[in-house]
């Protein structure tokens, strides 16, 4: 595993502890009358981290889902033929999602939108789900252009 990916499992890995231990604290503290106030808006953060870590790896390391039943019938060279028409296909994909994020970062950018308990900012949390979207497009667009088997 190289050093990017080594680092993204564990950035995924901490967001999901995060995730486990405010969810536990949430819980343990409803039963017994100490409620966590605003704890869904400190798990949102934590879940967007551990998504956008694990979308960045499993593009990394071409580990999304496949259909192995029709792909392993295949030769060579077709083979290689659906593979880039896959890496293409998801290329579309996250370049669309890439173009609406940015979109809706930039017309929401000044509206200082916050989370109603907390105070989240929002626009951080786009920014994240952005700069993450950027990243998979241009692994994608990079195995697209080397034509990578």
Known sequence: MNRALRWL???GGIGLLLVTAVDTAGV???HIGLP???SIELIQPAILLAGVAGLIAATDARSHAKV???IDRLGEKAKHRARRTAD???LLFFAGL???SGWIQIDMWNSHER???LGVPWAAMRA???AGLFAITCLLAWRVVRRQP
């Open 88 to 90: 293409m296909a998801a």
């Open 98 to 100: 890439l173009v609406g």
């Open 28 to 30: 343990i503290g409803r």
């Open 36 to 38: 966590l106030h605003g």
């Open 68 to 70: 192995h039943l029709v």
């Open 128 to 130: 994240v789900a952005t």
């Open 9 to 11: 499992s564990w950035l």
């Open 115 to 117: 989370s109603e308990l």
